[in-house]
């Protein structure tokens, strides 16, 4: 069956659903229709995976503490997180970036913590 590409508009032959002579204009196409929130969501993780990073370097054994300037200071960017976590009893926050995670305490300190 004679269909036409809805990316370049070629004549093509193919399965009744098939909507692209090529993968080339698969992707252009599929590139396009994806390319509002491209940048947006690129920059969000850039930003995720730099407080990770941050993170595991400053806490390699797994649990530390450390204080908000140091956190500043390499560049984390305390707006970005993958998930919070409230515990039961004491109802204390953690922020998480994927298994790494931070909790506030006083006097301008975090504990950092490794999930397991």
Known sequence: MKKEC???????????????????CRN???????????????????????????????NPNEKCKVSKKKLEDAGFDFNHFTSIYTTQKTKDVYYFCYDQGYLAIEGDYYVLVKKK
Do not use: A
């Not at 809805?6 to 692209?20: A, H, L, M, N, Q």
């Not at 491209?38 to 995720?48: H, Y």
């Open 28 to 58: 252009t196409y599929n590139n396009k229709m994806n390319k509002d929130g491209t940048n947006l969501i690129r920059n969000i993780n850039n930003r995720l995976r730099k407080n990770w990073r941050i993170l595991e370097q400053l």
């Open 6 to 24: 809805i990316e370049c508009g070629e004549t093509f032959i193919g399965r009744v659903d098939k909507k692209f002579c090529s993968d080339y």
